[in-house]
C-alpha cells in the first residue's frame, strides 16, 4: 500500500526556512520522479518543484533561487528546503509520486508576521 507522509510545515516569519520531509512507503521510491505542489486558500493546487530518478530538479518560477528539492533514496524521503519565504508561500504543501501518481495528505506552511 503506498504512503507518502509529510512534515515539517508550521509558522514562520517573512524571511525565514523551513524544510519539509516526505517519507514514502509501498513502492520502489528510488524509481520514482517526486514532486511537491501547494494549494493556497481559495486557489486551484500549483506545481512547486519537481526531482527525477537521476537527481535533476526543475522549479516554478515563484520559487525559483529560495527552494530547494532533494531526494536521499536510502531513506526513501523527498525534502523542500524553503529559504527567504514570504507571505504569498502560505499554503498547504503535497508530496505527489509520479509513478503512483499518489498525493500526500499535505502539512500546512504559515508565513506571517
Known amino acids: 500500500q503506498v504512503h507518502l507522509v509529510e512534515s515539517g510545515g508550521g509558522l514562520v516569519q517573512p524571511g525565514g526556512s523551513l524544510r519539509l520531509s516526505c517519507v514514502a512507503s509501498?513502492?520502489?521510491?528510488?524509481?520514482?520522479?517526486m514532486r511537491w505542489y501547494r494549494q493556497a486558500p481559495g486557489s486551484e493546487r500549483e506545481f512547486v518543484a519537481t526531482?527525477?530518478?537521476?537527481?535533476?530538479?526543475n522549479y516554478a518560477d515563484s520559487v525559483k533561487g529560495r527552494f530547494t528539492i532533494s531526494r536521499d533514496n536510502a531513506k526513501n524521503t523527498v525534502y523542500l528546503q524553503m529559504n527567504s519565504l514570504k507571505p504569498e508561500d502560505t499554503a498547504v504543501y503535497y508530496c505527489?509520486?509520479?509513478?503512483?501518481?499518489?498525493w500526500g495528505r499535505g502539512t500546512q506552511v504559515t508565513v506571517s508576521s
Open positions: 509501498g513502492f520502489t521510491f528510488r524509481y520514482s520522479g
Open positions: 505527489y509520486s509520479v509513478t503512483q501518481t499518489y
Open positions: 526531482v527525477d530518478t537521476d537527481g535533476s530538479t
